[in-house]
């Protein structure tokens, strides 16, 4: 009998073949001590297996650099800080001369030390920190133990799903895609730096599973589903037979998709659609243009700040979002502004202990209390709207204050640029996300300070609906197809008709059949999604009749419970769209 494992999505795709489990853990370290005399040299050997790693890293860092581009060799950079930080040589080499500890017991006590420390917070990017620190515990230890470096027995194994409790950047980025099908661990996040290398990779990957490396068995049979974040273990027939035919349909779909990227996204009743993606990264912008973006409707500027133990500098940012621009330089380009907190946290910031981090000090909260921060993107953001129609899009607004505040500042520094005779276009564009109930029903007000609205659909589901979007446990009540959704996104729409400013989607829900023909019929004829979607929904649009969605959405709106929203919808777009091609949170298991 199959076993079904719901986790989180990490990376996109889905893959079956045998279970490989990893076994990779901090080695056990005796407790011994050395006398006196001998504690000098137990320094030493801290200090040589410190650079030993650090030259490793280095080279993993290269090859990285080489293999996938400088953005995600950053990746490596908090590991190296941390070979570095005083807070781990100081102490490891106090313990060794206060205690005369080896050098192993030593380092082992400093690091337990510091994990126990950030292990306070439940927060996923100190887990992540966290990450990086065990990733160093492995790879130092096992020098200093005289044991082969694991971190370098990342072995593909043909045709399988790697199951681990975790996995980390070292391990990460040496697996090969064409051995290694999927990745799915007990726990980990969609930001987690081994998460960012899968998906570059386009290796499928799902996380926090909870117990998969517990109860899977090395060579059982797998199906995972990296687009919904499903692990099928032992799939019985009706499992394979789905999973084959769906295979087959992707496959067909994407050949199609490529057909179709350099086609219009044209209703078959005339009426245009903007379909634009999602970036995380710059490197992901040649793949969206590949697969038929007509521009960027959300580049995540986050990956500048986490992971870091510095400010990240302004002519940094400026050659990044410059990459995006000139990658699509007769289209828009949104690129949002740091959203910070919640559940990226970078190391330079000292962000608070908050008993609920989503609800907390995060996204504009952050940037406008941290004005070097904020002030260095803003000039950046500035500078790069002269490589094209570069627009600024402020995360998590509830307030008119908040847009007043960030217009004043980049008044400001429009007025130092132009002291120094910076270049830059005065003529850019300013708006918001729509990610919170209170902003929705206060889009009238915002619509008067805004140049558009951007409706981030998985916070506004989440915050609408009080359901964490990240807990796989109620992960059925977190349902865009909610009335009270429907209502908000249609209130957002209407505003932003009235008030003349465009209003787009660049949540998830745009990425989904039935999402992309409810959002048409509420005239929302701009959507953004990750770049893998682009053609799959384009091929959505020119198959529909944007009447047809009008109606649908009518009735939509006038339903009472979320599966009478999905019933209008489903009757509404007909035989006109595979749906069970596609996948999403909502979606249904593979043997429905």
């Not at 799903?161 to 290694?180: E, G, K, M, W």
């Not at 994407?254 to 990264?281: F, K």
């Not at 490197?283 to 995540?300: K, Q, S, T, Y």
């Not at 529909?544 to 019933?567: G, M």
Request: proline share 4%.
């Amino acid at each position: 009998m199959s076993m079904i494992l719901d986790g989180s999505p990490a990376s996109e795709g889905i893959a079956s073949g045998k279970v490989f489990i990893l076994h990779w853990a901090v080695p056990v370290v005796p407790h011994e001590t050395v006398p006196g005399g001998r504690v000098d040299d137990e320094v030493d050997r801290f200090h040589a297996a410190r650079a030993w790693a650090k030259e490793r890293l280095r080279e993993v860092h290269a090859a990285t650099e080489a293999r996938l581009g400088l953005v995600e060799a950053r990746i490596f950079d908090p590991q190296l800080l941390m070979l570095d930080d005083p807070a781990v040589v100081d102490g490891t080499v106090s313990y060794i001369r206060d205690n005369h500890l080896t050098a192993q017991r030593a380092f082992e006590w400093r690091m337990l030390e510091l994990q126990a420390m950030w292990g306070r917070t439940s927060h996923p990017m100190v887990l992540d920190r966290l990450n990086d620190l065990e990733d160093l515990m492995v790879r130092v230890l096992n020098r200093l133990l005289g044991h082969h470096d694991p971190t370098a027995l990342a072995e593909q194994r043909e045709g399988v799903i790697v199951v681990a409790q975790n996995l980390t950047p070292s391990l990460a980025v040496h697996l090969d895609r064409d051995h290694v099908r999927g990745l799915a661990t007990d726990h980990g996040t969609r930001t987690a730096h081994w998460a960012i290398l899968a998906r570059s990779m386009e290796i499928p990957a799902v996380v926090g599973l909870g117990t998969a490396s517990q109860v899977a068995r090395h060579g059982q049979e797998a199906i995972l589903d990296g687009r919904i974040g499903r692990l099928v273990l032992d799939p019985d027939e009706g499992d394979r037979r789905a999973f084959e035919a769906r295979k087959e349909r992707l496959i067909v779909l994407e050949e199609e998709s490529v057909a179709i990227a350099d086609l219009p996204a044209v209703t078959l009743d005339g009426q245009p659609i903007a379909i634009r993606a999602n970036l995380d990264l710059p490197v992901e912008a040649a793949a969206a243009r590949a697969h038929g973006a007509e521009g960027i409707g959300l580049f995540r500027t986050e990956f500048l700040v986490v992971g870091r133990n510095a400010l990240p500098g302004e002519e940094e940012q400026v050659e990044a979002y410059r990459k995006v621009a000139e990658a699509f330089p007769d289209s828009a380009v949104y690129i949002r502004t740091f959203d910070v907190g919640g559940d990226k946290f970078p190391m330079f910031l000292h962000m608070p202990q908050e008993e609920n981090p989503f609800l907390g000090w995060r996204a504009i909260r952050v940037c406008l209390d941290e004005p070097e921060l904020f002030r260095t993107q803003l000039r950046a953001l500035l500078r790069a709207t002269v490589y094209g129609d570069v627009r600024m899009m402020l995360p998590l607004v509830n307030d008119v204050e908040e847009v007043r505040r960030v217009r004043e500042l980049l008044e400001e520094e429009e007025e130092g640029l132009r002291g120094k005779g910076i270049a830059f276009n005065s003529g850019y564009k300013l708006g918001v996300m729509i990610e919170t109930p209170a902003a929705a029903l206060d889009a009238a007000e915002l619509a008067r300070h805004c140049d558009f609205f951007s409706i981030g659909t998985n916070d506004l589901v989440q915050y609408t609906l009080a359901v964490d979007r990240t807990n796989t446990r109620l992960a059925k009540l977190y349902n865009p197809f909610h009335p009270a959704v429907v209502r908000l996104l249609h209130q957002v729409a209407r505003v932003g008709r009235a008030a003349g400013i465009e209003v787009s989607v660049c949540g998830e829900l745009a990425s989904n059949p039935l999402g992309a023909f409810l959002l048409l019929g509420l005239d929302i004829t701009a959507l953004s999604m990750a770049w893998p979607s682009l053609s799959e929904i384009k091929k959505v649009v020119r198959d529909v009749r944007i009447e047809d969605a009008r109606r649908a959405a009518r009735r939509a709106l006038a339903a009472a419970t979320s599966a009478d929203v999905t019933r209008c919808l489903v009757e509404g777009i007909g035989d006109s769209v595979d749906l069970e091609v596609f996948s999403g949170r909502w979606s249904l298991s593979l043997s429905d």
